[in-house]
């Protein structure tokens, strides 16, 4: 069965940390360049971070820039978001998603049809 799954979320106070991961199975995930995304009630989907595929190059959302790291891990199969300094702002669910290409200047505000997509896990920042 070919999936993302989501994991790593929950309740942080502001100014802590969370790691999020995005296991893949039934693929290979370093073939793909991949995404982060966030929803939060009431708002658009937002792009977070991305990561292309063989990891070459990293991107962020100016509201992350700095705070977040993006990563993979071939040998697990699994993308991971580092999030520090955490704000209330950052709630939300966080969703991973890939796409089989290669894409030259991928950005995270940008929706290149992405092929799979995870189930979503919650990051709630609250004191």
């Known amino acids: 069965q070919l999936q993302l799954v989501e994991s790593g979320g929950g309740l942080v106070q502001p100014g802590g940390s969370l790691r999020l991961s995005c296991a893949a199975s039934?693929?290979?995930?370093?073939?793909?360049?991949k995404v982060w995304f966030r929803q939060a009630p009431g708002k658009e989907r937002e792009g977070v971070s991305c990561?292309?595929?063989?990891?070459?190059?990293?991107n962020y959302a100016d509201s992350v820039k700095g705070r977040f790291t993006i990563s993979r891990d071939n040998a697990k199969n699994t993308m991971y978001l580092q999030m520090n300094s955490l704000k209330p702002a950052d709630t939300a669910v966080y969703y991973c998603?890939?796409?089989?290409?290669?894409?030259?200047?991928?950005?995270?505000?940008?929706?290149?049809?992405?092929?799979?997509w995870g189930q979503g896990t919650q990051v709630t920042v609250s004191s």
């Open positions: 998603a890939a796409i089989f290409a290669k894409i030259d200047g991928l950005r995270p505000d940008q929706n290149y049809g992405y092929e799979y």
């Open positions: 039934g693929f290979t995930l370093d073939y793909y360049a």
């Open positions: 990561i292309s595929s063989s990891g070459g190059s990293t």
